[in-house]
């Protein structure tokens, strides 16, 4: 995650109470990004889902990034583990990147390392698909 102060995130109640559960199940004891995500949680601003802004990153939304330095456009939607596949743009909320985007807004950036150690700077430039805006507010 980022070195610096870290933006102001929102969450869903719904979201938030899935993630919570999820937290707290041994698997994820011990994982170092399931930490970073407990204190993501910690921080966040959390409102009921019909609350949430069409700009916001929710769970199963499916966003653009841009890698600022290289300028590589990226199209991720951010989904529990078990549903994760690199190779469809379906990024984990426990992986690095899936925690850094949970809860941003368009024109937001993130910091993260890559898994060879590589870092990167995505700034989200549009929410294209979002649950609660699509009208799925308890899915």
């Not at 102060?5 to 919570?20: E, G």
């Not at 407990?38 to 929710?58: F, G, M, Q, S, Y």
Request: proline share 7%.
């Amino acid at each position: 995650m980022s070195q610096k102060a870290s933006p102001p995130i929102t969450l869903s109640s719904r979201d938030f109470d899935r993630l919570d559960a999820l937290l707290d199940t041994p698997q994820w004891q011990h994982n170092a990004t399931a930490h970073a995500l407990r204190d993501e949680l910690d921080r966040a601003n959390v409102v009921a889902p019909e609350k949430i802004p069409d700009n916001l990153v929710t769970m199963n939304s499916t966003v653009t990034c841009v890698e600022e330095i290289g300028g590589k456009q990226h199209v991720l939607t951010l989904c529990y583990p078990a549903e994760a596949d690199a190779a469809k743009g379906r990024v984990s909320v426990l992986a690095p990147v899936g925690a850094a985007l949970l809860g941003l807004t368009t024109g937001q950036t993130i910091d993260w390392t890559t898994p060879d150690g590589q870092p990167l700077r995505l700034r989200v430039t549009a929410v294209t698909f979002q649950p609660e805006a699509a009208g799925q507010l308890h899915r």
